[in-house]
């Protein structure tokens, strides 16, 4: 069945840095979604994205849709403390499938 | 406008036990689908609704039952709990069109 590969699983940033994570697939997609999940709550919609060659900010947040229909990332620029939490990828054909998250952790 | 609501936020069952899950939604929303989450494994989906007095199975949909009476409501039955379905669920609402999914604060269930 369709899969999205999202990665990284985890990543381990200072304050300040810039984060980059993706989402690929065999499959093509109409529309990808990003979300953000912190604990003890569900995931929170970031950006959404309905075009091919789409690039939406969202504050600090920037996605891209793929030219291929295959792909989205999503960039966070200067982060902060509360950027942490779970970042999800989510496809849409018939159906929205979903990545398995990215968690974000900002060293101390 | 509360959104999506799940009832209750926590719940322990013993084996063999039986619950319902309320999910409550004020945004029109005609689709409405229950998840699961469980770590490393991301979101599945159990049983979905394009609208009032339909369901559909989603991924992982065996042990469960759901119903849509009200367009507003969509409920998850577990009929005879197991520890496999120790989980967190999310009820979530959608406009189907743009497929933007909006999600309840999530249920913690512990089977044990």
């Known amino acids: 069945g369709q899969q999205l590969n999202q990665s990284p699983q985890s990543m381990f940033i200072q304050e300040g840095e810039d984060v980059s994570m993706n989402c690929t697939s065999s499959s093509i997609f109409n529309t990808w979604l990003w979300y953000k999940q912190e604990p003890g709550e569900g995931p929170v919609l970031l950006i959404a994205l309905y075009k091919a060659g789409e690039l939406t900010s969202n504050g600090r947040l920037t996605a891209q849709f793929g030219i291929t229909r295959k792909d989205s990332f999503l960039n966070i620029s200067a982060s902060i403390p509360s950027d942490v939490g779970i970042y999800f990828c989510a496809a849409l054909n018939y159906q929205l499938i979903w990545g398995a998250g990215t968690k974000l952790i900002i060293k101390p | 406008n509360a959104g999506v609501t799940q009832t209750p936020k926590f719940r322990v069952l013993k084996t063999g036990q039986s619950m319902t899950l309320l999910c409550a939604q004020d945004m029109n929303h005609e689709y409405m689908y229950w998840y699961r989450q469980d770590p490393g494994m991301g979101l599945r989906l159990i049983h979905y609704?394009?609208?009032?007095?339909?369901?559909a199975k989603g991924e992982v949909p065996d042990g469960y039952n759901v119903s849509r009476l009200k367009k507003q409501n969509f409920l998850l039955g577990l009929e005879s709990a197991a520890p496999s379905q120790t989980s967190v669920y999310f009820c979530?609402?959608?406009?189907?069109?743009?497929?933007?999914?909006?999600f309840g604060p999530g249920t913690r269930l512990t089977v044990l």
């Open positions: 609704s394009v609208g009032e007095g339909t369901t």
């Open positions: 979530v609402s959608g406009t189907g069109g743009r497929n933007e999914q909006f």
